[in-house]
């Protein structure tokens, strides 16, 4: 419970220091960035949930954060939703779409699984450019709704993603220190073994699905009014796949600290290429630093402090 409290007491200061800072009035590309590198976090730290904790490699991360985006599009469209209903409909959209896919492919294992949800995001992706209502193929502008606090809609979305981050690291540190995660560590190393010991290996699984699919999706529910232009190349950028896979390896996948290690880091970098060099440079960045981190540090961040800290003990 002490826990508990202090880590509640962590997001709270974390939440109040995102809206402090949204009522500064910097430079408005800095509210831009911060929008990025925290839906960075949330992606990465949803990622790591199947990827890190279970082991499962998931290439289909833009499939579930496009279904949050375009679950969003079509209730604005539809009734004009507000934000918090857009956020809870494209996390439980995608937590539902993570739950099917779970059952589909669970069974499948490493590459097989992998190719399996990179095929889910190919498909999806050529549903929405075939529904006209929700733009297709063209796209579908998004007003957004007037009169947002802090006088600016993108500093708006620069504070829902703040709160956003911090529930979904919350809850990594929450499934990391349960039973849950000690499962999924269990799976992850020994898929079979841990069957033998009696871990239900598959229900831990398809929970690991729903729970990372419903963060991808409410990660996404915001993504039309920040660019207030949708289409599909946009939505099921390839970005997110690699975004996701490199900051959560870059940190360390065996904890919750590190996809955020690595999406902080990483994210940044990109920013800064961003405005200093090319946007282009984004996807080679980050391959460079990947590669980088598997040859020198194939744990991450992480890995490597424990092998300092262990040398010196």
Same mark, same amino acid.
């Given at each position: 419970?002490?826990?508990?409290?202090?880590?509640l007491?962590?997001g709270?200061?974390?939440?109040?220091?995102?809206?402090? /800072?949204?009522?500064?009035?910097v430079?408005?590309?800095?509210?831009?960035a911060?929008y990025? =590198?925290?839906?960075?976090?949330?992606?990465a730290t949803?990622?790591? =949930?199947?990827? %890190?904790y279970?082991?499962?490699?998931?290439?289909g991360t833009?499939?579930?954060?496009?279904?949050?985006a375009?679950?969003?599009?079509?209730?604005i469209?539809?009734?004009?939703? *507000?934000?918090?209903?857009?956020?809870?409909?494209?996390?439980l959209?995608?937590?539902?779409?993570?739950? %099917?896919i779970?059952? $589909?492919?669970?069974?499948?294992r490493g590459?097989? /699984?992998?190719?399996?949800t990179?095929a889910?995001? #190919?498909?999806?992706q050529?549903v929405?450019?075939?529904?006209?209502?929700v733009?297709?193929?063209?796209g579908?502008?998004v007003i957004?709704p007037?009169?947002? *606090? /802090?006088?600016n809609?993108?500093?708006?979305?620069f504070?829902?993603?703040v709160g $956003?981050a911090v529930?979904?690291?919350m809850?990594a540190? $929450?499934?990391e220190?349960?039973?849950i995660g000690? %499962?999924?560590?269990?799976?992850?190393?020994?898929?079979e073994?841990?069957?033998?010991?009696?871990?239900?290996t598959?229900?831990?699984k398809?929970f690991?699905?729903?729970?990372s699919?419903?963060?991808?999706?409410?990660?996404g529910a915001?993504?039309?009014y920040?660019v207030?232009?949708?289409?599909p190349?946009?939505?099921f950028?390839l970005?997110?796949?690699?975004?996701a896979?490199?900051?959560p390896?870059?940190?360390?996948t065996?904890?919750?600290?590190?996809?955020? =290690?690595g999406a902080?880091?990483?994210g940044?970098?990109q920013?800064?290429?961003? #405005?200093?060099?090319s946007?282009?440079?984004? $996807?080679?960045?980050?391959g460079?630093?990947l590669?980088?981190?598997?040859?020198?540090? *194939?744990?991450g961040?992480?890995g490597?402090?424990?092998?300092?800290?262990?040398?010196h003990?």
């Open positions: 419970m002490r826990r508990t409290g202090i880590t007491l962590v709270g200061a974390v939440v109040a220091a995102g809206i402090a /800072f949204a009522m500064l009035r430079n408005p590309y800095l509210y831009f911060g990025v =590198i925290l839906q960075y976090v949330v992606i949803a990622w790591n =949930i199947l990827g %890190g279970a082991g499962y490699v998931n290439f833009p499939a579930f954060f496009a279904m949050g375009y679950t969003a599009v079509f209730l469209r539809s009734v004009k939703a *507000p934000l918090p209903v857009l956020l809870l409909a494209g996390g959209v995608a937590a539902l779409l993570g739950l %099917g779970g059952y $589909l492919t669970l069974r499948l590459t097989f /699984f992998s190719i399996a990179l889910l995001a #190919v498909v999806l050529t929405m450019m075939n529904w006209d209502y733009g297709g193929s063209r579908l502008s957004r007037t009169g947002p *606090p /802090f006088g809609y993108v500093v708006f979305l504070t829902v993603m $956003l529930v979904a690291v809850i540190r $929450l499934v220190r349960s039973w000690r %499962g999924l560590a269990a799976l992850r190393d020994d898929e073994a841990a069957e033998c010991m009696g871990v239900p598959l229900r831990l398809l690991a699905t729903t729970v699919g419903f963060l991808l999706g409410v990660a915001p993504f039309p920040y207030t232009f949708v289409e190349n946009s939505a950028a970005d997110y796949a690699v975004n896979l490199a900051m390896m870059i940190g360390g065996t904890s919750w600290v590190g996809p955020v =290690i902080v880091l990483l940044t970098a920013q800064l290429a961003t #405005v200093t060099i946007s282009e440079l984004n $996807l080679l960045i980050v460079v630093v590669v980088a981190f598997v040859v020198v540090a *194939p744990e961040i992480l490597l402090l424990r092998r300092v800290r262990g040398r003990i």
